[in-house]
């Protein structure tokens, strides 16, 4: 009956238990690197341009909005 008085306790201290224990047995783990080749742009390429056709609200209708 006492250990249902701490059962928060219990429960703290096994996650805690656990948690060493799981980085205590782990092996790291190697580092896996791609080496991709180098991208290079042949010639001029124009960059995107985005126009954006619309109106501006005005100060009414922008207090209507709200």
Same mark, same amino acid.
Do not use: W
């Given at each position: %009956?006492? @250990? +249902?008085?701490?059962? $928060? /306790?219990? !429960?703290? #201290?096994? /996650? @805690? #238990?656990?948690?060493?224990?799981? !980085? =205590?047995?782990? $092996?790291?783990?190697?580092? %896996?690197?791609?080496?991709?080749? #180098?991208?290079?742009?042949?010639? $001029?390429?124009?960059?995107? #341009?985005? &126009?954006?056709? @619309?109106?501006?609200? &005005? @100060?009414?209708?922008? /207090? =209507? +909005?709200?």
């Amino acid at each position: %009956m006492n @250990a +249902l008085k701490h059962m $928060e /306790a219990i !429960f703290v #201290v096994v /996650a @805690a #238990v656990a948690l060493s224990v799981t !980085f =205590a047995t782990t $092996e790291p783990q190697p580092l %896996m690197v791609a080496a991709d080749p #180098v991208v290079t742009v042949q010639g $001029e390429v124009p960059m995107p #341009v985005v &126009t954006i056709a @619309a109106k501006r609200l &005005t @100060a009414a209708e922008k /207090a =209507a +909005l709200i």
